[in-house]
């Protein structure tokens, strides 16, 4: 099985000052093997893409804490206190957008879009800086495609060949970020047969999926706590 | 303010949801409004990718892949579904959510809602509040009449910033409901035996009023 590697692996497809697209909301359907290895590397000075920054201490929190980060792109920060912190200090910047703009932005990177224009944000502060165009005698500003380097996204369960189906809202942007970056790989808890997952259920097809990853973490009670 | 006022406003906005809608509940007294369907049926759509929440599950069922956007444990209706995060923002953004209830920091005269950020603080979240301000078929505003330093959320002008051009229809207060038109505010009901005088005293900004009788 050529596309299953090991979580240190992980480390040779990313370089510094990379644009890492990584799934998630708060730390559900987060890829936390493969954060624990970032922030167990020397990688500096990364954009990362998320919706926020984990939590303080857990999952993209601890690359905030390692060092890792020269960025965040999100649409939600304030609940990890370090990143605010680290705002604060200067020592991180933070690109805010509304959470509809980001998947949209993408979703486009992904689909070869370049950009697109949304009635979001129209009369705020978010918009300053951006074109404002009147369609159908509506006000929409343009927002550009988002891509990435490297995406680093979790999947419930892969096959062989890489399909992927998610845990629940675990799935929210995972999906997307699969077709947005130039290597994908995805952390998975189980891996099965090609042919075992069902077509219909198929939620990522293979081509998106470079590589997987078997999780270290696993479930108890309903929360990942990291295996022996 | 205690919590019967909060019940009071949940349970009267839930008046304004038609059965079957799509509705999409923001933090805050719109998180009380499940409780207070009182049989009503309603899809209840949550950003990171869900139609159908069910009620809060017991402790040994919770996982934290099955959350709500306030990234609190949820359950999952019957006929529920789930879905990738830009699919929800064609749900939000696309005018497919038939009312959103939103909390507000301020709402001005024409109902262009600030409720993000606070002047003078740092700006480290929007999550979906812009996309659903500027997506829902109706949005509906579930608030306390004035803010903890008694300043009143009903303004003239807004003096946070500004969560998006597009206006709310509807205001709801634990002392009364108001509809917003080009001509400011109307009072069409109120909720609390508070009298008139008492009622523009707290109020922000000047309405009309036209209540049902």
Redesign the interface.
């Known amino acids: 099985m050529k596309k299953l590697i090991k979580s240190s692996d992980t480390l040779d497809f990313i370089k510094d000052g990379d644009t890492l697209l990584v799934g998630g909301f708060g730390l559900s359907g987060t890829p936390l093997t493969l954060l624990d290895e970032i922030a167990d590397s020397n990688k500096k000075d990364l954009t990362v893409v998320s919706n926020n920054l984990g939590e303080a201490g857990r999952g993209l929190g601890k690359l905030l804490l390692a060092g890792n980060l020269k960025k965040a792109v999100g649409s939600y920060f304030t609940t990890n206190r370090d990143a605010v912190e680290a705002w604060n200090r200067g020592e991180l910047e933070i690109e805010l957008v509304p959470q509809g703009t980001l998947a949209e932005a993408i979703r486009c990177g992904g689909a070869g879009i370049g950009g697109f224009y949304t009635k979001t944000a129209v009369g705020t502060k978010i918009a300053d800086g951006k074109e404002e165009k009147v369609i159908d005698g509506e006000r929409y500003i343009f927002e550009k495609a988002i891509k990435g380097d490297v995406a680093i996204i979790k999947s419930l369960k892969a096959d062989t060949l890489g399909n992927l189906i998610y845990d629940h809202t675990g799935r929210n942007f995972n999906p997307l970020m699969a077709t947005a970056a130039k290597t994908v790989i995805a952390e998975v808890d189980e891996i099965v047969e090609a042919g075992e997952i069902d077509p219909h259920h198929v939620v990522t097809p293979h081509l998106f999926v470079d590589y997987l990853v078997e999780s270290k973490y696993v479930k108890k009670g309903g929360v990942y706590v990291e295996s022996v | 303010m205690n919590q019967s006022d909060r019940v009071k406003i949940a349970k009267r906005v839930v008046e304004e949801l038609p059965e079957g809608a799509v509705v999409n509940l923001g933090v805050g007294i719109p998180t009380l409004i499940p409780d207070y369907l009182d049989g009503k049926k309603v899809y209840l759509q949550?950003?990171?990718?869900?139609l159908g929440i069910g009620p809060t599950p017991d402790?040994?069922?919770?996982?934290?892949?099955?959350?709500s956007a306030s990234?609190k444990?949820i359950t999952?209706d019957t006929g529920a579904s789930?879905?990738?995060?830009?699919d929800?923002?064609v749900v939000?953004?696309g005018g497919h959510v038939d009312a959103a209830v939103l909390g507000a920091l301020q709402v001005d005269r024409y109902g262009e809602i600030a409720n993000w950020?606070v002047p003078g603080k740092?700006?480290?979240?929007?999550?979906?509040?812009?996309?659903l301000?500027?997506?829902a078929k109706k949005i509906i505003i579930a608030s306390t009449h004035q803010a903890k330093n008694n300043q009143p959320k009903l303004v003239e002008k807004l003096t946070f910033?500004?969560?998006?051009?597009?206006k709310a229809e509807m205001l709801v207060t634990e002392h009364a409901v108001f509809k917003f038109t080009e001509d400011g505010p109307v009072l069409i009901e109120k909720l609390s035996d508070i009298s008139m005088a008492e009622l523009r005293e707290i109020t922000g900004t000047e309405f009309k009023e036209k209540i049902k009788i």
């Open positions: 949550s950003e990171n990718g869900l402790e040994e069922h919770v996982n934290m892949d099955l959350i990234k444990p999952m789930l879905f990738d995060s830009a929800s923002f939000i953004r950020a740092k700006i480290l979240g929007v999550g979906g509040a812009m996309d301000v500027a997506g910033p500004s969560s998006g051009v597009r």
